[in-house]
């Protein structure tokens, strides 16, 4: 897979960011990975035309499942373009340089029954805007361990973390996070505190949720804290937990979205 990214980041050129609007059998996506604040080196374009690593990666794993659309274009985030999407993912830190009525076109879309997942740094970004930190779950607060570590898998049968088993081990950058509440949300993964010196961690329950979904009205958001390091980005692990959650994600909001009035809201754990 590491041959494949690097050959991706060399061969393909970011035509993608001007793609016509023609029809196509796979789920769209729209792969954000803007920073405007810390640039991680997975997204970093070293040249414009170029993708990044995580990008290419993105694009070659998703191959026959997704069609993945990578831009660092924060334009693109508005109704119109919105409209071609079945799904919006984030990798972005800072304050994206989206105004104000076009974050709310976002919400929008989000919300009437489309899906969005945030990657990694996606919970480091618009803190500004409180309608997102609202929806992402939990907002950044540091990350105390960057070592290897053992995740628990809260939910063995979501298709996120159904091949994960009940723990695993990983090397990658966690974070902690402040203003995160389990409930609305259906956490995941977690990490396993005895595996680290949890003396470094800042909240009082000791609760490091890494993985976690939720309704937002129709739309569905699924979240990943994994993703820092590119030897990540390699682990078919991670990959089939990103292309699960993305999977669910699109599929859950579409059945919200089809619905007829009244009727119950899809099964599946939220």
Not at 18 to 23: C, I, L, M, R, S
Not at 36 to 57: I, S, Y
Not at 159 to 179: C, M, W
Not at 186 to 206: E, M
């Given at each position: 897979?590491m041959?494949?990214?690097?050959?991706?980041?060399?061969?393909?050129?970011?035509?993608?960011?001007?793609?016509?609007?023609?029809?196509?059998?796979?789920?769209?996506?729209?792969?954000?990975?803007?920073?405007?604040?810390?640039?991680?080196d997975?997204v970093?374009?070293?040249?414009?035309?170029?993708?990044a690593?995580?990008?290419?990666?993105?694009?070659?794993?998703s191959?026959?499942?997704?069609?993945?659309?990578?831009?660092?274009?924060c334009?693109?985030?508005?109704?119109?373009?919105?409209?071609?999407?079945?799904?919006?993912?984030?990798?972005?830190?800072?304050?994206?340089?989206?105004?104000?009525?076009?974050?709310?076109?976002?919400?929008?879309?989000?919300?009437?029954?489309?899906?969005?997942?945030?990657?990694?740094?996606?919970?480091d970004?618009?803190?500004?805007?409180?309608?997102?930190?609202?929806?992402?779950?939990?907002?950044?607060?540091?990350?105390?361990?960057?070592?290897?570590?053992?995740?628990?898998?809260?939910?063995?049968q979501h298709?996120?973390?159904?091949?994960?088993?009940?723990?695993?081990?990983?090397?990658?950058?966690?974070?902690?996070?402040?203003?995160?509440?389990?409930?609305?949300?259906?956490?995941l993964?977690?990490?396993?505190?005895?595996?680290?010196?949890?003396a470094?961690?800042?909240?009082?329950?000791?609760?490091?949720?890494?993985?976690?979904?939720?309704?937002?009205?129709?739309?569905?958001l699924?979240?990943?804290a994994?993703?820092h390091?590119?030897?990540?980005?390699?682990?078919?692990?991670?990959?089939k937990?990103?292309?699960?959650?993305?999977?669910?994600?699109?599929?859950?909001?579409?059945?919200?979205?089809?619905?007829?009035?009244?009727?119950?809201?899809?099964?599946?754990?939220?």
């Amino acid at each position: 897979m590491m041959l494949l990214c690097s050959a991706l980041l060399i061969a393909t050129a970011v035509s993608q960011d001007k793609a016509p609007d023609t029809p196509r059998a796979l789920p769209r996506v729209l792969f954000l990975t803007h920073s405007a604040g810390f640039m991680h080196d997975v997204v970093r374009r070293e040249k414009p035309e170029q993708l990044a690593f995580a990008e290419a990666c993105m694009v070659e794993f998703s191959k026959g499942r997704f069609e993945v659309d990578c831009t660092q274009d924060c334009t693109r985030i508005k109704a119109a373009e919105l409209a071609r999407f079945d799904a919006v993912m984030f990798y972005t830190t800072g304050e994206l340089p989206i105004p104000d009525a076009q974050r709310k076109e976002f919400i929008d879309w989000l919300k009437s029954g489309k899906a969005f997942v945030g990657v990694h740094c996606a919970t480091d970004t618009l803190y500004q805007y409180e309608p997102y930190q609202a929806i992402i779950g939990g907002a950044f607060d540091g990350h105390p361990w960057h070592e290897k570590v053992r995740v628990t898998c809260e939910d063995t049968q979501h298709p996120a973390t159904a091949h994960l088993g009940k723990s695993f081990e990983i090397v990658d950058e966690i974070y902690q996070f402040r203003n995160f509440e389990r409930k609305p949300l259906a956490v995941l993964l977690s990490l396993d505190t005895s595996s680290i010196d949890v003396a470094k961690g800042k909240r009082a329950d000791k609760d490091y949720a890494l993985s976690w979904t939720r309704k937002v009205e129709k739309g569905r958001l699924f979240y990943t804290a994994l993703g820092h390091r590119p030897e990540v980005w390699q682990d078919e692990r991670f990959q089939k937990h990103l292309l699960g959650g993305l999977d669910w994600s699109i599929q859950e909001s579409r059945k919200a979205r089809e619905a007829k009035p009244g009727a119950a809201s899809p099964a599946g754990k939220d």
